[in-house]
Nanobody, 121 residues
Framework: QVQLQESGPGLVKPSQTLSLSCTVS??????????WSWIRQPPGKGLEWMGV???????YYSPSLKSRTSISRETSKNQFSLQLSSVTPEDTAVYYC?????????????WGQGTQVTVSS
């Protein structure tokens, strides 16, 4: 059974860097051809795709967040991580990690439960 679990601080100060990790169980993050994404939902708004790290380590980012976003992985721990720099209160959101399954309908088929991150001084 595939499971994803986000972890990280729930409160970040403005101008600092937000760092979250997603621990995956039930499948290796290096298994072809899955992708591993970060997606967020600000209060009262829809889901926003932030970026993805593929099974081979290649990364892609949302153009609107690319300058501030980095996704990396630690294969020995079967984890992937998000760093978002220079945060502002507009980065307050529930942050989700999710698996992109490129077979069939090309969908996000497994999600973490989400973690609330608030940007405030």
């Amino acid at each position: 059974q595939v499971q994803l679990q986000e972890s990280g601080p729930g409160l970040v100060k403005p101008s600092q860097t937000l760092s979250l990790s997603c621990t995956v169980s039930g499948v290796s993050i290096t298994t072809s051809y899955y992708g591993w994404s970060w997606i967020r939902q600000p209060p009262g708004k829809g889901l926003e795709w932030m970026g993805v790290i593929l099974f081979d380590g290649e990364t892609y980012y949302s153009p609107s967040l690319k300058s501030r976003t980095s996704i990396s992985r630690e294969t020995s721990k079967n984890q992937f991580s998000l760093q978002l720099s220079s945060v502002t209160p507009e980065d307050t959101a529930v942050y989700y990690c999710a698996r992109l399954n490129p077979s069939g309908r090309y969908e996000y088929d497994y999600w973490g439960q989400g973690t609330q991150v608030t940007v405030s001084s």
